[in-house]
């Protein structure tokens, strides 16, 4: 069954420590996301990829950066975890001809303390 | 920029009642309207979607009509089942079909049996 992975489901970080939340998808869609979903703001893009080896910005960028190095992987990255980047993070994918039927996977808790 | 607002943040009722909940949105032109749904430790799921005026997207009993006169996306189900306990976010979709989802602030729905 297809499926978007993310790993890991949980973790705790430090401040300022660097962090990488990654994603497996086996849906063969070309379009990745990354969005994060904070309690009265719903979720909000922060990095999508439509190509292998190469990454666009979303909504809410800044602080965060994003790594596709194959079809199939999508990595996203805090260089400097800050308190305000606690939150669940969700990965998604799509096939390119699909009207923005998105595919999530189960989530990312993320605590900075 | 465009918007989305879901007025209700949490709706509590009893098996067999009638759910509304409201959706608005602000945006230029005719974008495409989603309903996704959250169960708990899951990611979002495609619910349906309508992409254009009066257009009624369904499934499993929830139905909303794109009113672009009003600019509103409101859910409907007739009579809900406890199984139906979930968070539900309406989206906008951006004209390219390009994945990138402006969402509400997400509606908390509770059924007591």
């Known amino acids: 069954e297809a499926a978007v992975t993310q790993s890991p489901r949980s973790k705790v970080a430090v401040t300022g420590g660097k962090v990488t939340l990654s994603c497996h998808q086996t849906n063969n869609h070309d379009y990745m996301y990354w969005y994060r979903q904070d309690t009265g703001h719903g979720l909000r893009l922060i990095h999508y990829s439509y190509v292998a080896d190469s990454t666009e910005k979303g909504d809410i960028p800044d602080g965060y950066k994003a790594s596709r190095p194959s079809q199939e992987n999508f990595s996203l990255i805090l260089e400097l975890a800050s308190l305000s980047q606690t939150a669940v993070y969700f990965c998604?994918?799509?096939?390119?001809?699909?009207?923005?039927?998105?595919?999530f996977g189960a989530g990312t808790r993320l605590s900075v303390l | 920029g465009d918007s989305v607002t879901q007025t209700e943040g949490q709706v509590a009722l009893s098996e067999e009642d009638f759910l509304t909940i409201h959706c608005n949105y602000s945006?230029?032109?005719?974008?495409?309207l989603f309903w996704y749904v959250q169960y708990p430790g899951e990611g979002p799921q495609f619910l349906f979607r309508?992409?254009?005026?009066?257009e009624k997207g369904s499934s499993r009993g929830f139905e909303a009509t794109y009113d672009k006169g009003t600019t509103s996306f409101h859910l409907r189900k007739a009579s809900v089942q406890e199984s139906d306990s979930a968070v539900y976010y309406c989206?906008?979709?951006?004209?390219?079909?390009?994945?990138?989802?402006?969402f509400g602030q997400g509606t908390k729905l509770s059924i007591k049996p």
């Open positions: 945006a230029s032109g005719y974008p495409a």
């Open positions: 989206a906008l979709g951006d004209r390219y079909n390009q994945g990138k989802l402006i």
């Open positions: 998604a994918s799509k096939n390119w001809s699909s009207q923005n039927t998105l595919y």
């Open positions: 309508a992409s254009r005026d009066k």
